[in-house]
T-cell receptor
Framework: GESVGLHLPTLSVQEGDNSIINCAYS??????FIWYKQESGKGPQFIID?????DKRQGQRVTVLLNKTVKHLSLQIAATQPGDSAVYFC??????????FGKGTRLSVIA | ETGVTQTPRHLVMGMTNKKSLKCEQH?????MYWYKQSAKKPLELMFV???????ENNSVPSRFSPECPNSSHLFLHLHTLQPEDSALYLC?????????????FGEGSRLTVL
């Protein structure tokens, strides 16, 4: 069936650098995309979302880019901090289907 | 008070035990979900309830039995589990089941089956 996947399982970034976490999705009908952050011992927390009629959306220190042509989603974190260390999940939604989650990328910030 | 509260946070049970996980949401949402999170696997949707009615059962074994007495509470009754059922069980809620929108997750119940 359709699935959402992540390119890399782990990512190590120097504190202060920018982080880019990538996600590929396979459902061309997906119309809503969302990024979650999950810290150790906690449940996933919403970071940012984007609808398919947009290709970029910015939040506080985070930007999500959507490329529908190649079915690719990315999360950019500016000036990465130690508190950004976590597992990041992308998820997509189509019509009435529930969110489909990817496996997650573990971001480690090196001080 | 957090939006979605799960109890217990940790549970250890034998394969013949019967236990229940509880979830409560204080967000006024109408849809509630159970997800299973295992190591190195994507979040797996188990059950969905919308306005107290079960709308999805994602081929979950009958040893997992959900219950949704009202829109604010969701239970997962566990019976005769297997060691491979050990995982983090996450409850989530959303405004409604249909349509795009953010899921609000609880902290999860870490289950270990011996």
């Amino acid at each position: 069936g359709e699935s959402v996947g992540l390119h890399l399982p782990t990512l190590s970034v120097q504190e202060g650098d920018n982080s880019i976490i990538n996600c590929a999705y396979s459902n061309s009908a997906s119309d809503y995309f969302i990024w979650y952050k999950q810290e150790s011992g906690k449940g996933p927390q919403f970071i940012i979302d984007i609808r398919s009629n947009m290709d970029k959306r910015q939040g506080q220190r985070v930007t999500v880019l959507l490329n529908k042509t190649v079915k690719h989603l990315s999360l950019q974190i500016a000036a990465t901090q130690p508190g950004d260390s976590a597992v990041y999940f992308c998820a997509d939604h189509s019509g009435n289907t529930p969110l489909v989650f990817g496996k997650g990328t573990r971001l480690s910030v090196i001080a | 008070e957090t939006g979605v509260t799960q109890t217990p946070r940790h549970l250890v049970m034998g394969m013949t035990n019967k236990k229940s996980l509880k979830c409560e949401q204080h967000l006024g949402h109408n849809a509630m979900y159970w997800y299973k999170q295992s190591a190195k696997k994507p979040l797996e949707l188990m059950f969905v309830y919308n306005f107290k009615e079960q709308t999805e059962n994602n081929s979950v074994p009958s040893r997992f039995s959900p219950e949704c007495p009202n829109s604010s509470h969701l239970f997962l009754h566990l019976h005769t589990l297997q060691p491979e059922d050990s995982a983090l069980y996450l409850c989530a809620s959303s405004q409604e089941r249909r349509g795009a929108g953010e899921l609000f997750f609880g902290e999860g119940s870490r289950l270990t089956v011996l």
